[in-house]
């Protein structure tokens, strides 16, 4: 398994090399703040990703996967996908951004592999911003920086069908933004195939 710290520098190269756009150095050192635990958080309570760094990790195999996705002839020919390095970076590396302190650590009794009950640590939800998903992270990065309407579309609806939306508001998005279609479609692959349960 890749360390937290090689994660984090080839997240750093992604983000540095590629998202230029006005605000993005402020969005980055937020990220990299102690306001921001975005580098060791997990992914989820008990699904994919649910230990330290399963955020990070998460959002690196989005990236590739959405890369991916896209450097498909027929996403490029047939379905227009034609999107900038900056947009694909934006939209995958930064579409969980709603997760930011958002888990904590608490303590449950548990019987160990002898019989005896002992505390284990569990990750449980601290949400001190109940604003959804999708769009909570939209909210959270256009108060750094400025999305396009495809992007800011692409990060809100990225958990497509799996999510609490009204499914025909979830269709007419993927009809109308493409982009929102890939990245869910992404988002998909590395939660469930590359990552699944710890």
């Avoid at 080839?10 to 983000?15: C, G, H, M």
């Avoid at 959405?66 to 995958?92: F, H, P, Q, W």
């Avoid at 920086?145 to 499914?167: P, Q, V």
Wanted: glycine fraction near 8%; hydrophobic fraction near 35%; include cysteine.
């Amino acid at each position: 398994m890749i360390g937290i710290n090689d994660l984090k520098e080839e997240f750093l190269s992604i983000y540095r090399n590629n998202i230029k756009r006005d605000g993005s150095d402020k969005l980055l050192e937020y990220l990299l703040s102690d306001k921001s635990d975005f580098f060791t958080a997990p992914a989820s309570t008990r699904f994919h990703g649910a230990y330290e760094g399963g955020l990070l990790e998460h959002s690196l195999n989005v990236y590739h996967c959405l890369k991916d996705y896209l450097s498909r002839e027929r996403a490029k020919s047939i379905y227009g996908m034609n999107y900038s390095e900056e947009t694909i970076a934006v939209s995958a590396l930064l579409h969980d951004i709603c997760k930011i302190n958002f888990y904590k650590v608490d303590y449950r009794n548990s019987k160990n592999e002898s019989g005896v009950w002992e505390k284990v640590p569990y990750y449980t939800i601290d949400d001190k911003l109940p604003y959804g998903h999708g769009e909570k992270s939209v909210y959270i990065i256009t108060g750094f920086m400025r999305l396009t309407r495809e992007e800011a579309f692409a990060i809100r609806f990225h958990m497509g069908f799996s999510g609490t939306e009204d499914k025909n508001q979830i269709g007419r998005a993927f009809e109308m933004f493409p982009l929102a279609f890939a990245l869910s479609t992404a988002d998909m692959e590395a939660s469930y195939f590359l990552e699944g349960r710890p």
